[in-house]
């Protein structure tokens, strides 16, 4: 059995994520940092459905932190599946936005990839097998008002993905990234209306945390092998 590791596994579509995995076979850890009680909830639906699943919690932002639950984590055997979904959003226009905004964002962002993902790397490439996949953002592509912080982030995630899949693509591990646009989700419940999902997307209609889902699930199985180094949206046809 596989071991997934998806951090900020307690989101909307971080459980969806978690749930997909653990139905394709993978024993999954359900990361939050401040919301344990969810993951934990998550992983007891997974239970409950003949799945595989434990609650993990840590602050992808603190290196430290981060590295010793890692540690506790690969003392069972190396973790072949990482979907780094953690983030954050703390949005001002950039002439009003405080320091402390756009370190955060960066630091849960785009550091956090680099404290899960690198101790990591070593492991899984022992085993000749592995998928790295990013969620990324509509907003590091199409830039976005008021999101300087986090679409910087996300676009820095990009060039980190595509350089890391030339790193590893000689052993057998893939590293892609999937930029989702408008999912629905506890995040952006009552911030978009109808008329305004209309007018920013040409579906007309936010999405479903389960269309990335199945995307991850794709790019993390067998069958996407060839893919790697790739920047994937879900997005409803925005451009």
Not at 10 to 33: E, F, M, P, Q, W
Not at 124 to 153: D, E, F, P
Request: some cysteine; aromatic content about 4%.
């Amino acid at each position: 059995m596989k071991r997934a590791l998806v951090t900020g596994g307690s989101g909307t579509i971080g459980a969806a994520i978690c749930r997909k995995l653990a139905a394709d076979g993978c024993h999954v850890y359900v990361h939050a940092n401040t919301h344990l009680a969810q993951a934990q909830q998550i992983a007891v639906e997974i239970l409950a459905s003949g799945g595989s699943a434990t609650a993990v919690a840590f602050d992808v932002a603190n290196q430290e932190n981060t590295g010793a639950a890692l540690q506790v984590l690969l003392a069972d055997g190396p973790i072949q599946i990482v979907v780094n979904n953690a983030g954050i959003h703390d949005d001002a226009v950039m002439p009003g936005m405080r320091t402390d905004q756009w370190t955060r964002v960066i630091d849960v962002s785009l550091n956090g990839f680099f404290h899960v993902t690198q101790p990591l790397l070593m492991p899984m490439i022992t085993t000749r097998w592995g998928r790295i996949v990013n969620i990324s953002s509509v907003a590091a592509l199409l830039g976005n008002r008021g999101q300087s912080n986090y679409a910087a982030a996300k676009a820095g995630l990009h060039g980190a993905t595509k350089s890391l899949a030339l790193e590893l693509a000689t052993r057998g591990i893939t590293v892609n990234a999937i930029a989702p646009g408008l999912i629905a989700s506890t995040m952006t419940e009552g911030l978009f209306s109808k008329e305004l999902i209309d007018s920013l997307v040409p579906m007309k209609r936010a999405g479903k945390p389960e269309e990335v889902a199945d995307l991850v699930s794709f790019i993390a199985s067998e069958r996407a092998a060839y893919i790697s180094g790739q920047i994937i949206s879900v997005n409803g046809a925005m451009t």
